[in-house]
């Protein structure tokens, strides 16, 4: 299979490293520092728990030309970036398929309109990771698949032969009924935990002892798994119900304190709490309010979190607009354990 992975992140540089070394004929579109790196060092991956290095080389170019030809297209990119590709998407006809992996709680609406709905997949990222200079840190799995499917729910010839290629690669694969559901349950545990991460400073170990906020965590996610089946969205896997909706909120909170006082979480969430990463966070948490204000339901919880993320949004764009960069300052709100009340970014959910 010709595969072109459009974006060189973590999950991109992964993905395209697997691919190339399980036969397939993969290129890897990267631009600027990036692209130079790529072009002297090759895709440099770390495993965040061995510290095992390898190195591979994969085709580069920097731009999808309308007369490129390819089987596949996988976009591996920050939710907010995506709009900036879609018209060379748009202007590239002969590539039928394109699978948009990351997180997303719009729905592909915006993507099937731009490049056509019968082009349009989406995906779940398989790995987590995070780049230091030219090499990828990630934190990898068997039992976390790539998961993906068509945006109508079908399972078809196409989608099938895209999973058989991440198989023979060594990825697993595992194609989704309802796949926009399944990104949006996803968000709807993702962006109260990034609130939480981001009151404690981006610090997991310190999250990890605090109590009050990882049950506020819970009852976030709570509101939004309630809201997203108020609108019809299913919650999958329905196992995120039972555990969210059914099991005593501190218990789940105490066993969400369990995991992230490990290395493993500390590793695992290094991209949600890197630098830059507020502006998929936004975006990501402005698409799932418009869900919470569609359910018509109050949402006090996931309000007080989500303001974390606004704060360190702003925060991050205040920083770049000053410095040229995406380089954000330092926190400057004091420490304050979470409790009930208004959420305010100086002291506290």
């Known amino acids: 299979m010709r595969i072109l992975v459009y974006g060189a992140g973590a999950v991109g540089s992964f ?31 770390e495993a965040a728990r061995s510290g095992v290095r390898t190195v591979t080389v994969v085709p580069l170019v920097d731009a999808l030309e309308p007369d490129d030809m390819y089987d596949l297209v996988l976009v591996a990119m920050r939710r907010q970036q995506t709009p900036a590709i879609l018209p060379a998407l748009a202007a590239n006809r002969k590539t039928p398929t394109v699978v948009f992996v990351g997180n997303n709680a719009g729905g592909g609406l915006d993507y099937a309109a731009a490049i056509g709905r019968e082009r349009v997949l989406l995906g779940q990222g398989n790995v987590g990771g995070v780049r230091v200079d030219h090499v990828v840190r990630y934190l990898w799995a068997r039992f976390l698949p790539f998961e993906f499917g068509e945006l109508d729910g079908r399972r078809t010839p196409r989608s099938a032969a895209i999973a058989g290629a991440f198989r023979r690669a060594g990825l697993p694969a595992r194609v989704v009924g309802d796949v926009d559901a399944s990104l949006k349950t996803h968000a709807a545990s993702l962006l109260p935990m990034v609130g939480a991460l981001y009151w404690a400073r981006g610090d997991v170990r310190r999250l990890a002892r605090a109590r009050p906020a990882l049950r506020l965590w819970v009852r976030a996610t709570r509101e939004a798994q309630r809201s997203l089946r108020r609108v019809g969205t299913p919650i999958v896997p329905a196992a995120n119900r039972l555990l969210y909706e059914w099991v005593p909120e501190r218990l789940v909170a105490f066993g969400m304190g369990l995991f992230l006082d490990t290395d493993l979480a500390v590793a695992g969430l290094a991209d949600a709490a890197a630098e830059g990463a507020a502006g998929e966070m936004k975006e990501l948490a402005d698409e799932l309010r418009t869900i919470l204000r569609r359910a018509g339901r109050p949402a006090p919880a996931c309000e007080r979190l989500f303001a974390f993320i606004d704060a360190r949004w702003e925060q991050e764009r205040s920083s770049a607009s000053i410095a040229g960069s995406t380089r954000p300052t330092g926190e400057t709100r004091p420490p304050a354990a979470p409790g009930r009340g208004r959420a305010d970014p100086r002291t506290g959910p």
Do not use: I, S
């Open 15 to 45: 993905n395209a490293a697997r691919l190339k070394a399980g036969g397939h004929d993969v290129t890897l579109l990267a631009r600027g520092r990036r692209l130079r790196e790529l072009q002297e060092h090759g895709v440099v991956l």
